[in-house]
Structure formats: C-alpha cells, structure tokens
C-alpha cells in the first residue's frame, strides 16, 4: 500500500468532531448558564472597556461612551467599571486642495462635552456585540466557548493529517487543556480571540501542506486552493489590528508563497493583510477621528468615571495612559542583563513561563527538533517567527513583557502561542502524546478547573505546588500579580534605612511595626528591594513559647539557627550587588521555622489563632 493510501485510511474527522462537540457542549452549558457578575467578582484588567464597548454597540450601535453607558454598567457591576480606558475624540476636516496630493486633512478636539470614546481596540467588541445582544454578558463567554471549539477542530484536523486519530485528538485537546488558554475563558479580554485567529491563520494556510488530497475531509476541500492563503492573510490582518505585535506573523505566509514561486497569490496575500488593517483603522479614524486608539488624550478611570458628576470635568480624574508611538525600553547599562534573564524567564518563569503555562508549546518545539528527516521547510519559517514574536516582546517591553500584575501566565504571548501547534512532527505514541496533558495539569490545571478565582486571585496558584519551585521574574517585579494586593507589595520597613518587601506567598503573616511573623512549618519568601547599595540583610528572628530551628537562604546561600523558647538571635543575610531592577536592587530571600504555636491556645488571654512560626525584625545594613 502507499504512503498516501495508508494516510487516507488514518484519516478521520469524527474523532475531532466529537471531541469539539464535547469542548462546546461544557463550555457553552457554563455560559448559558452561569451568573457572570457574581461568578466574576467584579472587573479585572482591561475588561471594563471591552464590556462597555460590546454593550454599546449591542444596544446603541456606536462605540461612544456617554453618561447611559456608565449607569448601565452598575446594573450588573455595583463597583463600576474600573480600569475603563477613555479617550477624547476628534473631528476631522477633509479639503480639496491644488496642490499634490490635492487632499489637506486638519482635526481639531470634539466639540461635543457629552460623549467620549473607548481606547481599545474595537475588534473583539465587535465579534462580541451579536452574542451579548442575544445572550447578555454571558455572550461573551459564549463567544469564547466557540473559539475553544473552533481551534480544537482546526488542531485536531492539521495533526490527524499526520498522525493516528487518537493521537491527534490528545495532542490537539492537550495543546489547549494543557495550557493557561481555558483559564481565559472567563475573560472579557481579547486574548481567546487572538489565539483563535491567530491558530485558525495558519491552520488555512498549512493544512493544504499535510493532507493528501484524496483523503480531504468533506467541507476542507477549499483549504486545499489559493483562497485558504487569501483567509489566512485575512485572518492575521485581523489578529494584528486586535494586538500590533502579532504583525511579524504574517511574513512565513508570505516568504513560503516566494519560496514556491506563486507571486501573484503571494501579491494577493500581501494585499488581504494590508488591506484589512487599512479598513479596520479606517474604522477607528470614521469613530474617533485617529488611527491610533491607544493615542491622542487618553485617560483610564478608578473609583469616579467622566459624566458620574457633572461638576467635574473629565479630564480632572483619571490616570494619563496615551501611547502615542512606539517605545522601546533600552539602556546599554542593564539591556544585556535584561535580554538573558527575560529570555530565561520566558521560559521558566514562575509566573509568566512557557513552561508552567504553555507545556505544549514547549514540547512541539522539543518535538520539533527531535524529528529529524520528519521535519517540514516550512516548520522553520514557523519556528523563526515564534522565536521572533518572544524576542519582540522581551526586548520592546521587558519590564512587562507578560501583561502586568494582573494577568494569569503570560497573556500578551497567547496569540503568538498559536503558531506553536504546526510545529509538531508526525507521531505514533500514544505515551508521548499525553505528555502535554500531563506535564500542563500538573502546572495547569488549577487555573483551568477554576478559571473565575484564577482570575481574580492571579497570585495565588503560585503560593503553592510544582509552580513555587520556579525563579521569579526580577525583571518584572513592580507589575507581578503579587502587586494586586497593595498590603503585600511595597512594603515599606527599616529604621535607619528605608527598603521595600514584597511578600510572594501567605506565609508571612501582614506587616504589625517594623517587623512580621512568619506561618510556623512554612518557607515564607520576600522581595527585598533597595535604591542604594547594601553589604547585607540583617533579620533579627525571635522565637515562641516553643523551640524551633529558622532556616535562612538567598540563592545558594543558607544558614540554619536554632532557637530556645522566646529566644532572639540576630542573623545577616550577605547581599550581592543585587538584581538591578528600575534603578534599584533586589534580592529574593525566604525564611521559614520547623516549628508553629497558637497564640489562643497558648495564652487564654490571646485571640490569636494565628499559627505562628518566628517574629522576623529585617534591617538593611551599609
């Protein structure tokens, strides 16, 4: 038998279908079904905007946020829509004139006081508005079930082309599962969308590359023509307009169609792509007068929103958050240090790593490069381009390059991670095959299973767990998720010299003077950050009614003290030049005692039920 015949005797679609009737059946039912306002406890990261702008065009049918827009939001959201993203609008005048190019174009600020508008982008609200029309807000979760379900078929159909059903089904339901991209669900956020566009390009584009075409499923033949090149150009245009960083995606397409030498389908690729950003920014210019929606007066909101009081102008409250060109964070001095570490920390990271939050990602690369005589020429134009969209953000934002404190993994690289699935070669093992699946809910699966608390507790699966073991990002201290719970990051202590200690678990109990108790049986773990230099952390620990031994340690140093009952001992932790961190110096160090009390159960007098290891007084010294 030939190769073709026996790939066309493999090939199956039901497997897939059935497996993507499951992914839309579970996650459609929670949509439909569930309270979001209270499920979702409020708004977190940019969803306020997104929500509002969705609402609006699902009800007004404009992306102008008025005084309506506010009160409808409390309807659901009694805290009001924090973080929302505003801008003021402007208008344009457009004029003939005799001169080349013949056309004169001035703006000038909107006259009209009642109205502002969104400084997002419109796409995801857009793709969202039909849904929340018919479904409410819970349309945005049903948006986001159908995306699930959407790239589930397209993985599963890409990897059956090459490899046996049942290993196509658990690479391709791995490869989202084992992920942090269920997580996400629950988000009113374009991150799912991104993925999805991004995943579904390459999927039109490269699916004609693996299947026979004998053996095509019914209903994929046109993925075999020239108009699959024409929608995945389309596709990642629209991908680009939703996030701007995702623009090197398109070049494989692009360079593949020169390499085969289809010039004209290349031409035409090339145009779909430009053509679609044109028009998308053609939208923003037609609702707010700029092509830039992250430009011009651009304000985010907490607590009092524009036109809550009349009184106050809008331009009297909130923060100045405008991006008005295109910034990179360099300085010779630490941009070496910056670049390794991040690259490092991309992929090992406790709280932005592939590793814990995209596994399978990690594996198709792994795979990848294992195969050999398996690989495809293409795959590397696929490979170049995902090491580029990492090097993108890490050397562009490197002090953010995850989507601040309070994103869960890394949600900026969740689009660019979709690429990550045509890295895979052919495979036969069902043993290997699993391992996303297990590897992704080892580190996971919390945040899948749990998706609303995740969301709104982004600190917390990394108190615990395989996850702990991994390095925390030096480079990103001040936007951690850590940051989220203001008693916990910035801390300021010192008598003589004033330092800051961000606490990176529960384990440490709330700051009472100048000092802390740690949680007795437990390893409590600090950020100790300082603007001038320091020879050494002076911890002075002080023991309870009962005997316990403190363990100190700060990279490969480590020192074991043990302490009487009510004992104090002072113990100095030598410090380095530190990580240089926004013209400061940071340390990570952690403290914990083998030993714990109870106050309450100590002293009838005390209401502490508190379990308690040791009292830590920490001084900076010259």
Same mark, same amino acid.
């Given at each position: 038998?030939?190769?073709?015949?026996?790939?066309s005797?493999?090939?199956?679609?039901?497997?897939?279908?059935?497996?993507?009737?499951?992914?839309?059946?579970?996650?459609?039912?929670?949509?439909v079904?569930?309270?979001?306002?209270?499920?979702?406890?409020?708004?977190?990261?940019?969803?306020?905007?997104?929500?509002?702008?969705?609402?609006?065009?699902?009800?007004?049918?404009?992306?102008?946020y008025?005084?309506?827009?506010?009160?409808?939001?409390?309807?659901?959201?009694?805290?009001?829509?924090?973080?929302?993203?505003?801008?003021?609008?402007?208008?344009?005048?457009?004029?003939?004139?005799?001169?080349?190019?013949?056309?004169?174009?001035?703006?000038?600020s909107?006259?009209?006081?009642?109205?502002?508008?969104?400084?997002?982008?419109?796409?995801?609200?857009?793709? @969202? %508005? #039909?849904?929340?029309?018919?479904?409410?807000?819970? /349309?945005?979760?049903? $948006?986001? *079930?159908? +995306? &699930?379900?959407?790239?589930m078929?397209?993985g599963?159909?890409?990897?059956?082309?090459?490899?046996?059903?049942?290993?196509?089904?658990?690479?391709?339901?791995?490869?989202?599962?084992?992920?942090?991209?269920?997580?996400?669900?629950?988000?009113?956020?374009?991150?799912?969308?991104?993925?999805?566009?991004?995943?579904?390009?390459?999927?039109?584009?490269?699916?004609k590359?693996?299947?026979?075409?004998? @053996? %095509? #499923?019914?209903?994929?033949?046109?993925?075999?023509? /020239?108009?699959?090149? $024409?929608? *995945?150009? +389309? &596709?990642?245009g629209?991908?680009?307009?939703?996030?701007p960083?995702?623009?090197?995606?398109?070049?494989?397409?692009?360079?593949?169609?020169?390499?085969?030498?289809r010039?004209?389908r290349?031409?035409?690729?090339?145009?779909?792509?430009?053509?679609?950003?044109?028009?998308?920014?053609?939208?923003?210019?037609?609702?707010?007068?700029?092509?830039?929606?992250?430009g011009?007066?651009?304000r985010?909101?907490? %607590?009092?929103?524009?036109?809550?009081?009349?009184?106050?102008?809008?331009?009297?409250i909130?923060?100045?958050?405008?991006?008005?060109?295109?910034?990179?964070?360099?300085?010779?001095?630490?941009?070496?240090?910056?670049?390794?570490?991040?690259?490092?920390?991309?992929?090992?990271?406790?709280?932005?790593?592939?590793?814990?939050?995209?596994?399978?990602?990690?594996?198709a690369?792994?795979?990848?490069?294992?195969?050999?005589?398996?690989?495809?020429?293409w795959?590397w134009?696929?490979?170049?381009v995902?090491?580029?969209?990492?090097?993108?953000?890490?050397?562009?934002?490197?002090?953010?390059?995850?989507?601040?404190?309070g994103?869960?993994?890394?949600?900026?690289?969740?689009?660019?991670?979709?690429?990550?699935?045509f890295?895979?070669?052919?495979?036969?093992?069902?043993?290997?095959?699993?391992?996303?699946?297990?590897?992704?809910?080892?580190?996971?699966?919390?945040?899948?299973?749990?998706?609303?608390?995740a969301?709104?507790?982004?600190?917390?699966h990394?108190?615990?767990?395989?996850?702990?073991?991994l390095?925390v990002?030096?480079?990103?201290?001040?936007?951690l998720?850590?940051?989220?719970?203001s008693?916990?990051?910035?801390?300021?202590?010192?008598?003589?010299?004033?330092?800051?200690?961000?606490?990176?678990?529960?384990?440490?109990?709330?700051?009472?003077?100048?000092?802390?108790w740690?949680?007795?049986?437990?390893?409590?773990e600090?950020?100790?950050?300082?603007?001038?230099?320091?020879?050494?952390?002076?911890?002075?620990?002080?023991a309870?009614?009962?005997?316990?031994?403190?363990?100190?340690?700060?990279?490969?140093?480590?020192?074991?003290?043990?302490?009487?009952a009510?004992?104090?001992?002072?113990?100095?932790?030598p410090?380095?030049?530190?990580?240089?961190?926004?013209?400061?110096?940071?340390?990570?160090?952690?403290?914990?005692?083998?030993?714990?009390?109870?106050?309450?159960?100590?002293?009838?007098?005390?209401?502490?039920?508190?379990?308690l290891?040791?009292?830590?007084t920490?001084?900076?010294?010259?």
């Amino acid at each position: 038998m030939t190769a073709s015949g026996t790939a066309s005797r493999r090939i199956d679609p039901i497997p897939g279908l059935i497996a993507t009737a499951l992914v839309f059946c579970v996650y459609a039912g929670i949509a439909v079904s569930v309270d979001f306002s209270r499920a979702a406890f409020g708004f977190h990261s940019d969803e306020a905007t997104y929500y509002m702008m969705a609402h609006s065009l699902a009800t007004d049918g404009d992306l102008a946020y008025r005084r309506e827009d506010l009160a409808r939001v409390y309807r659901e959201f009694p805290s009001g829509p924090s973080g929302v993203f505003l801008k003021k609008g402007r208008d344009l005048d457009v004029g003939v004139t005799d001169a080349f190019p013949f056309v004169a174009v001035s703006s000038k600020s909107d006259m009209d006081t009642a109205q502002l508008f969104y400084g997002k982008s419109y796409l995801y609200a857009m793709t @969202a %508005a #039909p849904f929340v029309a018919l479904f409410g807000t819970n /349309g945005f979760l049903l $948006l986001n *079930a159908v +995306l &699930l379900a959407a790239m589930m078929l397209a993985g599963y159909l890409f990897l059956n082309a090459r490899s046996s059903p049942v290993v196509a089904v658990l690479l391709a339901s791995g490869f989202l599962m084992g992920s942090v991209a269920p997580a996400y669900y629950v988000w009113i956020t374009p991150e799912l969308l991104n993925l999805a566009l991004v995943m579904l390009g390459y999927f039109c584009w490269l699916y004609k590359e693996v299947i026979d075409p004998g @053996a %095509a #499923p019914r209903g994929t033949r046109w993925l075999l023509t /020239g108009r699959s090149d $024409l929608v *995945a150009a +389309l &596709l990642l245009g629209l991908a680009t307009f939703s996030k701007p960083s995702h623009l090197p995606l398109i070049l494989p397409i692009l360079v593949w169609l020169v390499v085969r030498k289809r010039w004209k389908r290349m031409v035409a690729a090339a145009c779909v792509f430009g053509l679609t950003g044109v028009i998308l920014l053609a939208g923003s210019i037609a609702v707010t007068g700029e092509w830039n929606f992250q430009g011009g007066d651009r304000r985010t909101y907490y %607590a009092q929103y524009p036109f809550q009081d009349n009184k106050i102008p809008w331009d009297a409250i909130g923060q100045d958050r405008a991006t008005n060109r295109v910034e990179i964070l360099f300085d010779r001095r630490v941009f070496g240090t910056l670049l390794s570490h991040n690259l490092f920390y991309f992929v090992a990271g406790r709280y932005s790593g592939m590793l814990p939050y995209y596994f399978p990602g990690l594996f198709a690369m792994g795979a990848f490069l294992l195969a050999r005589r398996r690989r495809r020429p293409w795959q590397w134009l696929v490979l170049a381009v995902a090491v580029a969209e990492i090097l993108l953000l890490i050397i562009w934002i490197p002090d953010n390059y995850f989507g601040g404190g309070g994103a869960v993994g890394n949600r900026y690289f969740m689009g660019a991670y979709g690429v990550f699935l045509f890295l895979l070669p052919p495979m036969e093992s069902v043993l290997a095959a699993l391992v996303p699946w297990v590897v992704g809910a080892i580190f996971s699966g919390a945040l899948v299973l749990n998706p609303f608390f995740a969301a709104f507790n982004p600190a917390e699966h990394a108190k615990q767990g395989p996850v702990r073991l991994l390095p925390v990002e030096l480079t990103l201290v001040n936007d951690l998720p850590i940051n989220t719970r203001s008693e916990r990051a910035r801390v300021w202590f010192g008598t003589q010299r004033r330092f800051q200690i961000y606490f990176l678990d529960d384990n440490a109990y709330a700051r009472e003077d100048l000092d802390f108790w740690t949680r007795g049986q437990s390893r409590a773990e600090i950020l100790v950050k300082t603007v001038e230099p320091a020879s050494g952390l002076e911890l002075t620990v002080q023991a309870g009614p009962e005997p316990t031994t403190v363990t100190v340690a700060r990279g490969w140093w480590k020192t074991r003290v043990a302490l009487n009952a009510g004992e104090t001992r002072a113990v100095t932790v030598p410090l380095d030049e530190g990580f240089p961190y926004q013209g400061t110096r940071v340390w990570c160090v952690s403290v914990s005692s083998d030993k714990g009390f109870v106050p309450a159960f100590v002293n009838a007098a005390s209401e502490d039920r508190r379990f308690l290891g040791v009292r830590v007084t920490p001084e900076i010294k010259n």
